[in-house]
């Protein structure tokens, strides 16, 4: 009797291992759940974007469209349009509005006796210590060091009284009414095979460039 009941303890653990084991191997195979697919779109920048978005309308044969200047000499620019015009590429011409800014230019002078000999002595001081400025030669009879304007006058104030503590210069201010604009532009929409011409093309004024840009802010969009 003994015998019989430690053989049926012997055959119960026997076949609680085995259970146990399969359990075990069951769950060591079983895959684990997909994961959901990344919205790869959704993490893009904006910036890229639309540089997607430009691409696709480049791949599509649709016009790309550009911004070009700001041109400060009405001489590059007409010398820009009669470059699109000979490339063929569609482009309207652009001038901003003209307006006049309140401002204080801080200057030396004016010399008046012996004008340019005086004014080139006192920007000649000026280099040496670094200091920006031009000679400015547009009023008759007088010429004058511009060291700069200012539109806040406690700003102004302050750079005179610089140059008099640290560089022993005594300079002077007066109100002025410079004119800002017209600012001259080129709007174009171009085929996408004369992109690379365009955006390779060196335009002859300091500051100036070709911006892609959405064809709707254009002013015939």
Same mark, same amino acid.
């Given at each position: 009797?003994?015998?019989?009941?430690?053989?049926?303890?012997?055959?119960?653990?026997?076949?609680?291992?085995?259970?146990?084991?399969?359990?075990?191997?069951?769950?060591?195979?079983?895959?684990?759940?997909?994961?959901?697919?990344?919205?790869?779109?959704?993490? =893009?920048?904006?910036? !890229?974007?639309?540089?997607? @978005?430009? *691409? /696709?309308? $480049? &791949? %599509? +044969?649709?016009?790309?469209?550009?911004?070009?200047?700001?041109?400060?000499?009405?001489?590059?620019?007409?010398?820009?349009?009669?470059?699109?015009?000979?490339?063929?590429?569609?482009?309207?011409?652009?001038?901003?509005?003209?307006?006049?800014?309140?401002?204080?230019?801080?200057? =030396?002078?004016?010399? !008046?006796?012996?004008?340019? @000999?005086? *004014? /080139?002595? $006192? &920007? %000649? +001081?000026?280099?040496?210590?670094?200091?920006?400025?031009?000679?400015?030669?547009?009023?008759?009879?007088?010429?004058?060091?511009?060291?700069?304007?200012?539109?806040?006058?406690?700003?102004?104030?302050?750079?005179?009284?610089?140059?008099?503590?640290?560089?022993?210069?005594?300079?002077?201010?007066?109100? !002025?009414?410079?004119?800002?604009?017209?600012?001259?532009?080129?709007?174009?929409?171009?085929?996408?095979?004369?992109?690379?011409?365009?955006?390779?093309?060196?335009?002859?004024?300091?500051?100036?460039?070709?911006?892609?840009?959405?064809?709707?802010?254009?002013?015939?969009?």
């Amino acid at each position: 009797m003994k015998w019989l009941l430690a053989l049926l303890i012997a055959a119960n653990i026997g076949f609680y291992l085995w259970a146990g084991g399969r359990g075990a191997r069951v769950e060591q195979s079983a895959a684990p759940p997909a994961a959901a697919e990344v919205n790869r779109e959704g993490m =893009l920048l904006l910036q !890229e974007r639309a540089g997607n @978005a430009r *691409a /696709e309308t $480049a &791949a %599509r +044969g649709e016009p790309l469209c550009y911004r070009i200047g700001p041109f400060k000499r009405e001489s590059a620019w007409r010398e820009a349009r009669e470059w699109m015009r000979k490339q063929q590429f569609p482009h309207t011409a652009t001038r901003g509005t003209t307006r006049r800014m309140r401002a204080l230019r801080v200057y =030396l002078g004016p010399f !008046e006796t012996r004008a340019a @000999a005086e *004014a /080139e002595a $006192a &920007a %000649r +001081g000026l280099a040496r210590r670094n200091i920006p400025h031009f000679i400015d030669e547009k009023r008759p009879n007088e010429v004058r060091v511009s060291l700069g304007f200012f539109i806040q006058p406690a700003l102004a104030e302050r750079f005179r009284t610089n140059l008099r503590n640290l560089h022993g210069i005594s300079a002077k201010q007066g109100e !002025e009414y410079p004119k800002m604009g017209p600012h001259d532009w080129i709007e174009a929409s171009i085929d996408p095979a004369q992109r690379e011409a365009l955006v390779a093309r060196t335009w002859g004024d300091e500051g100036t460039a070709a911006a892609s840009v959405d064809c709707g802010e254009l002013a015939g969009g």
